[in-house]
């Protein structure tokens, strides 16, 4: 992992191809979408549960659970097995330093076998409030810390397939604090990029982890976004 200096490297879209304390959760209430958690009230899903022998765990690890499970259509009768991977749900974090830069970091993906330019984030603990969770990732990953962060939203990760939702969290005035301390299976670069350059970086490619994407869009729309008229 290149060794963390007191300010991450800048970067431009053409130069592209922790044991601490934990701040609290924002209590504000603006610029706040929870998501979509579950189907809108008095409407029920298509497909119902059928439970019989069909349905097995096929591997269960440190990571993830899949199991078959069986469904049948309130439409046709019809049934059809489903492959469910239980994943824990995970937060994304949007750090904002004084400079209305945006703290980013580029690690290896075996899916893409690529590197990835990406906001920090992790997986959380059961229960976890996804506010918590981001500030420690932030933290552990950048060594960067900011003001409490405020939830945008949540998103499930990839609803035909699995059951984890991802959370974007957004923490303000983020100012290094400490040296990182990534995962030991992690090679984190922390790089930082002026807000503006956001939008062209994800236009171009640049970034394009899809979840990664998604929340940085969710931010960009916001009234008080820096890239907003008047922002």
Do not use: C
């Amino acid at each position: 992992m290149p060794s963390p200096s007191s300010r991450p490297e800048e970067i431009s879209p053409q130069a592209i191809p922790a044991s601490m304390p934990t701040p609290a959760p924002s209590s504000r209430s603006s610029d706040h979408f929870d998501g979509p958690k579950t189907a809108p009230a008095g409407i029920e899903p298509s497909w119902i549960r059928q439970p019989g022998d069909q349905d097995t765990t096929l591997e269960d690890n440190w990571l993830f659970r899949l199991r078959r499970q069986r469904y049948r259509s309130r439409l046709s009768g019809k049934t059809h097995d489903f492959y469910i991977i239980d994943l824990a749900s995970a937060v994304h974090v949007i750090a904002l330093t004084p400079d209305s830069e945006v703290l980013l970091v580029r690690q290896f993906r075996a899916g893409s076998e690529q590197d990835s330019l990406e906001t920090p984030g992790g997986l959380l603990e059961p229960e976890e409030d996804p506010r918590a969770a981001g500030a420690r990732e932030l933290l552990e990953e950048t060594g960067y810390a900011g003001e409490p962060a405020e939830l945008l939203g949540t998103l499930w990760s990839n609803p035909s397939l699995v059951t984890s939702r991802i959370s974007t969290v957004l923490i303000r005035n983020a100012r290094k604090i400490a040296e990182a301390s990534p995962d030991h299976s992690e090679e984190l670069e922390v790089l930082s990029v002026p807000a503006a350059d956001i939008p062209n970086l994800i236009l171009d490619g640049t970034i394009n982890h899809a979840l990664v994407v998604a929340g940085l869009l969710w931010w960009l729309a916001l009234p008080s976004s820096p890239t907003a008229p008047g922002g």
